[in-house]
DNA sequence: TATTGTTATACTCTATAACTATA
DNA sequence: TATAGTTATAGAGTATAACAATA
């Protein structure tokens, strides 16, 4: 199911004054959305395709990836346990840190990696498809600016 | 717990020639952590966020409810569950056919209705803050426009 | 028959608190 | 003592399938 508009309406009546924001709303819904969808193509769940790409690179600790993923530790090992139980994952020791494990992605869990960050990219080039190219860029641009900040005031806080 | 980058990851090494698309992965986890962070002090859960937001117009009824949420009826039943239980919502019937029901804002609903929207509204006036003023009606025109070509494709398939 | 809504069931994601093992 | 991770528990959100009541 595709979600429409619903909570913007309650922004266009209170936020009178504050702009375009209700804007804002949607797009975060539109963007989930988007994600959510191409996660579900590649059977797998958005959780589950933010962890696969955090392993990309290279395999992380659990602390280091509950930190990434913004989640407590206790949670991150109920979906390593699902992941792995789906074969795309493993837990592996660190050498010298007996109390510690290292994720790393399988075979299998690669190649989902791949797919599903191909996917991401795919549908989010398709979303920005209907704008000008010029445009393309700029939003981008302030995307990444937006976030840099959000960023920034979190990590003071 | 506040995520950091992650799902970027991948994207940077699977989408090189697509662009800046990263950035729109990190700015929907910005979007939703922000409205995560206000529904909390709400004491609301996000998706209550939403299903206030889309009773804030007028009563609705169930299907129509699920539908502009973008999930199941049978979902919405647990959802309008729980909401009721917690004071915020009303079950009320439609006069004139007798299977359906009217969801409606109870006054404390309204009112943490009003307060939540105002407080979106608010946060994200803040994210927009370090950009300069120019940037902000652009970035939300875009916004917009990204929106709008998204359902209208999806109104079509 | 079709539509509206609920119930039953199962799974994912999440947090908090208490615990084990290691540093 | 402090850190890494797990277990236990509880609750939210979701889907599918089967169902009841009404249109």
Redesign the interface.
């Known amino acids: 199911?595709?979600?429409?508009?619903?909570?913007?309406?309650?922004?266009r009546?209170?936020?009178h004054g504050?702009?375009?924001?209700?804007?804002?709303?949607?797009?975060?819904i539109?963007?989930?959305?988007?994600?959510a969808r191409v996660a579900e193509e590649h059977e797998l769940t958005p959780m589950q395709?933010?962890l696969?790409?955090?392993l990309?690179?290279q395999p992380r600790r659990m602390v280091d990836?509950?930190?990434?993923?913004?989640?407590?530790k206790a949670a991150l090992t109920g979906l390593v346990d699902r992941a792995e139980r789906r074969g795309l994952v493993e837990r592996t020791p660190v050498p010298g840190d007996r109390r510690a494990v290292q994720v790393t992605l399988t075979e299998d869990g690669g190649q989902a990696?791949?797919a599903?960050?191909?996917g991401?990219?795919?549908a989010?080039?398709?979303?920005?498809?209907?704008?000008p190219v010029k445009?393309?860029?700029?939003?981008?641009?302030?995307?990444?600016?937006?976030?840099g900040?959000?960023?920034a005031t979190?990590d003071h806080a």
């Not at 429409?4 to 309650?10: F, L, N, Q, R, Y």
């Not at 989010?124 to 704008?131: F, H």
């Not at 393309?136 to 937006?146: D, E, G, H, N, Y």
């Open positions: 199911m595709r979600p429409d508009e619903t909570t913007t309406d309650v922004l009546c209170t936020a504050l702009g375009e924001l209700p804007e804002l709303v949607e797009l975060a539109v963007l989930t959305s988007t994600m395709g933010r696969l790409c955090g990309g690179e990836l509950a930190q990434s993923l913004g989640i407590e990696m791949v599903f960050g191909t991401v990219a795919s989010l080039g398709e979303l920005l498809e209907p704008l445009d393309r860029a700029t939003f981008c641009r302030l995307a990444s600016a937006v976030v900040s959000a960023r979190w």
